[in-house]
């Protein structure tokens, strides 16, 4: 097994750029149609690779992502968190955004929120970023709870081109932090 080597640790996780022992949890995660409810589809296992693809590339040019996330007491793959460079077009964007994904056996646990706040910390004082933004669809609520417990302040709405024709979503909902 690769060495896995955590750009932030926090009590129970580690985040770290992805690996190839990562494609097969993390595409049964995209492919869980309860963790991609609030996402426009789940993905295929060839989508699920270009993202981590995409995601490893942003990691390489920026230094952060969203970063997969080990449980540390057992390796555990349990999904993912971190910020990304935003450039859809909106009102808020370009930004850095911070997100994050878990599979259904991680919920409830305090694990987004944790991630979530290591990842804020980190984006000021390791990555000197001074705002960061966060959407969730207006259905998504536990996303909102994770925004709101990490300190994040509703700042407005977006219409996000990739939920533009659901009818499930009516938009995103925006948070912000500064530095």
């Not at 993905?43 to 699920?48: D, N």
Request: one cysteine or more.
């Amino acid at each position: 097994m690769t060495e896995k080597t955590y750009v932030i640790k926090t009590e129970r996780l580690g985040l770290r750029n992805w690996q190839k022992s990562d494609i097969i949890p993390f595409t049964n995660m995209c492919a869980d149609p309860k963790v991609m409810e609030q996402f426009p589809s789940t993905l295929s296992a060839p989508e699920t690779k270009e993202l981590i693809t995409r995601l490893s590339n942003h990691f390489n040019e920026y230094g952060y992502t969203y970063f997969a996330i080990d449980l540390l007491e057992n390796n555990e793959f349990i999904g993912f968190a971190g910020i990304k460079n935003q450039t859809w077009q909106s009102e808020y964007t370009p930004c850095v955004d911070i997100g994050w994904r878990l599979k259904q056996s991680a919920w409830g646990k305090g694990f987004a929120t944790e991630a979530a706040q290591g990842c804020l910390k980190e984006a000021f004082s390791k990555f000197g970023i001074k705002e960061v933004l966060s959407f969730a669809t207006n259905t998504n609520t536990p996303s909102e709870n994770v925004m709101k417990k990490i300190g994040m302040e509703y700042i407005g709405t977006v219409q996000h081109p990739a939920i533009i024709d659901d009818p499930r979503f009516e938009h995103c909902l925006v948070y912000r932090s500064k530095l």
